[in-house]
């Protein structure tokens, strides 16, 4: 399934601001993500892209702005919207004692998920994690936990995923399967919002791109709709696309 034009957004922000004394980190940031779309956010460090998330998974209040997820309130549904939306950061901290089966069985049951033995091994076969299953996480490569990370966000069927740098520690291989695994999911209707600096991973995969830059939004929509809005070249990469939106700032 690919994404849906013309419904509700899964995810909506509109004028998202957050300040840390006088520096404003997000000013203004309105965008959306639709069921089955895979959305970019992209920006120099400091753009207010981790902010931007974190307000979106409830673990910063906003200063202003309306955080919306499947038309619940970040703020004031917060239960109903962590039932809703998983978060994946970029750095993560399993429970070292615990293996890797033991951290999906502890969230399946956290969420109630039906048929749950028979639901991890699947996720742990999607992740490539199966072989891993009975390993304690302190034993656990940096890829393997975000391999980790994401099959516990996967356990319960989110409506959408917020990734922060998906692909960190992860090896080629790995690269090209977390690539594959997003886009299936994308495509049986599960919206995304990854935030990346590798700049090939957004133009491969992403249906819609955010560039921000010092807190607001400076471009949003398809590689072609901001190619033509910045009168660049057809075959402008998101690379070249990015550095010319950004090099005057």
């Known amino acids: 399934m690919m994404m849906t034009e013309g419904v509700s957004p899964v995810i909506e922000v509109v004028g998202l601001r957050k ?9 203004g940031l309105e ?17 207010g892209k981790t902010t931007t998330l974190q307000s979106l998974a409830g673990l ?15 703020v004031n549904e917060a239960i109903e919207v962590k039932r809703l939306l998983a978060y994946i950061p970029d750095s993560n901290q399993p429970y070292d004692l615990l293996t890797v089966r033991e951290h999906l069985t502890f969230v399946g049951l956290a969420y109630s998920v039906p048929r749950l033995e028979e639901k991890i091994d699947a996720v742990l076969e999607e992740v490539g994690l199966f072989e891993k299953r009975d390993q304690q996480a302190s034993t656990l490569s940096r890829g393997m ?10 356990i319960w069927d989110p409506v959408a995923i917020v990734l922060d740098e998906p692909l960190t520690g992860l090896d080629p291989r790995g ?4 690539k ?36 607001k939004r400076i471009a ?30």
């Open 145 to 154: 936990i975000q391999k980790l990370s994401l099959a516990c966000a996967l």
């Open 220 to 249: 949003f929509g398809s590689l072609a709709e901001i190619r033509a809005s910045f009168d660049l070249p057809e075959k402008a990469s998101m690379e070249d696309i990015y550095l010319a939106m950004t090099v005057s700032r």
């Open 175 to 178: 690269i090209r399967a977390m």
């Open 19 to 27: 300040s840390y004394g006088e520096l404003a980190a997000v000013d």
């Open 60 to 74: 910063l209040k906003p200063d202003e702005g309306l955080l919306k997820v499947c038309g619940r309130s970040v």
């Open 31 to 47: 965008f959306d993500v639709r069921r089955g779309e895979i959305v970019g956010l992209i920006g120099a460090n400091g753009a």
């Open 180 to 215: 594959d695994l997003i886009r299936m999911r994308a495509e049986s209707g599960m919206a995304f919002l990854l935030s990346s600096h590798l700049l090939e991973l957004v133009e491969t995969i992403c249906h819609r791109v955010l560039v921000v830059d010092r807190g």
